[in-house]
């Protein structure tokens, strides 16, 4: 069993931000399974489908970010689901733009949904693909930058990688996570 959780905002405010890409990876792989996201529990919206013969647990903590443990935590202790088979999906604004960036385990970096997990869940062994969403300028809010929107060629690029993110996503479960990372994560040539 497998919970895969994609982070961002509840509402229609923040839907096509950067900071919703994981949202979107839900969507795009509940669309896939056809799986609706629609049940309300654990403080999120969940979905139940199959991967691989696996069962899989699709959720949108809808805890705003910066409280996305809470729901992860009352999932993954509901089922009683070990960190390794849970698959985080989030936005990064420190790797290249619209890269898959599939990780095994790691800090949260500056990202205050991972934070939010590590803290409620008390470790960080748990596997993250995380979505290139660009860099903001030198003078620009941070906070500004990641809840707003893609320009008309970032959206048809992030539309893509959100793609390829639920591809690694998938191979994270049939073949294993370093099948994924292999597989997925950019290569870059010297």
């Known amino acids: 069993m497998y919970i895969i959780a994609g982070l961002g905002n509840p509402g229609s405010k923040y839907e096509g931000t950067r900071h919703n890409v994981g949202f979107a990876a839900i969507d795009e792989l509940a669309k896939r399974l056809n799986v609706n996201v629609t049940k309300i529990k654990f403080k999120g919206l969940v979905g139940e489908g199959k991967i691989a013969g696996e069962k899989v647990y699709l959720i949108k903590p809808q805890t705003y970010m910066n409280k996305s443990g809470e729901s992860i935590r009352e999932i993954c202790n509901f089922y009683k689901v070990e960190p390794s088979?849970?698959?985080?999906?989030?936005?990064?604004?420190?790797?290249e733009f619209a890269t898959v960036k599939i990780k095994q385990k790691g800090s949260a970096g500056t990202h205050n949904?991972?934070?939010?997990?590590?803290?409620?869940?008390?470790?960080?062994?748990?596997?993250?693909?995380?979505?290139?969403?660009?860099?903001?300028?030198?003078?620009?809010?941070?906070?500004?930058?990641?809840?707003?929107?893609?320009t008309k060629s970032e959206s048809a690029e992030i539309e893509d990688t959100v793609k390829i993110a639920v591809d690694g996503v998938i191979e994270i479960i049939e073949n294993g996570i370093d099948s994924?990372?292999?597989?997925?994560n950019k290569r870059v040539s010297k």
């Open 85 to 95: 088979n849970l698959i985080v999906i989030v936005d990064d604004i420190d790797i």
């Open 113 to 150: 949904g991972l934070k939010s997990i590590i803290y409620q869940l008390q470790r960080d062994d748990f596997p993250r693909v995380k979505i290139g969403v660009g860099k903001k300028r030198d003078n620009e809010d941070l906070a500004n930058f990641i809840l707003g929107g893609f």
């Open 180 to 184: 994924a990372m292999n597989k997925y």
